[in-house]
């Protein structure tokens, strides 16, 4: 298996413009993890799925922020619109159960100007 | 709900020197523990796990660490440390479904 795979690995965009930031879970991994990472904030955890339904969202940040997971082998993370304060690393992390550890991918470096 | 804490957001040793990175946690339920190591520009890498059973850990280059439930405490050590040691430490929690990370431990490598 390739891994956790996440694109793009670079993001630069214009504050007010929609992101969407992909992931492709380990096949076979029930859990799916987003996660941002800041200096200031270290590693937040945003959202995960289990098979494919979101568990707890209580880490999105706002309204702005949304997560979807349409199928066992593909999520999305969409910030709509964005601003230069979501300019951060964001993770995506898989595991097939839980209490398991986490695979997680290279991440998505997001520069909102 | 379960937490992390990890002390001391930086850490500097000298090569050969005992590495010590602290993390304690916060759980209503037995834990499942984690610690990861982050190079620059890359993605999360396990160094270890406990699970249940025997309470000292061992991983990957060399790094191990104890479980000690009276003191709430996972801490990583290493006995010498190497150039090539230093980069970005992240303790985790985990209770059945969630995964919380602390927010990192930066261990800085000296000649």
């Known amino acids: 298996d390739a891994g956790v795979i996440q694109s793009p690995r670079h993001e630069v965009t214009e504050m007010g413009q929609e992101v969407t930031l992909r992931c492709k879970p380990i096949s076979g991994h029930d859990y799916l993890f987003w996660y941002r990472q800041t200096m200031m904030r270290g590693l937040e955890l945003l959202i995960y799925f289990n098979n494919n339904v979101p568990i707890d969202d209580s880490g999105m940040p706002e309204d702005r922020f949304s997560a979807k997971m349409p199928n066992a082998s593909f999520s999305t993370l969409k910030i709509q619109p964005s601003e230069p304060r979501d300019s951060a690393v964001y993770f995506c992390a898989s595991r097939p159960g839980f209490n398991t550890e986490a695979f997680f991918g290279q991440g998505t470096r997001l520069t909102v100007v | 709900a379960q937490s992390v804490t990890q002390l001391g957001s930086h850490v500097s040793v000298s090569e050969g020197a005992l590495v010590l990175l602290r993390c304690n946690y916060s759980s209503s339920v037995p834990p499942y523990l984690f610690w990861y190591v982050q190079y620059p520009n890359q993605g999360l890498q396990l160094l270890l796990k406990y699970t249940t059973g025997a309470t000292l850990v061992k991983g990957i280059n060399g790094f191990e660490a104890e479980f000690k439930k009276s003191e709430t405490s996972f801490h990583l050590t290493k006995p010498s440390a190497h150039m090539s040691d230093a980069a970005e430490y992240f303790c985790?929690?985990?209770?059945?479904?969630?995964?919380?990370f602390g927010t990192g431990t930066r261990l800085l490598v000296s000649p």
């Open positions: 985790a929690v985990s209770t059945f479904q969630k995964l919380v």
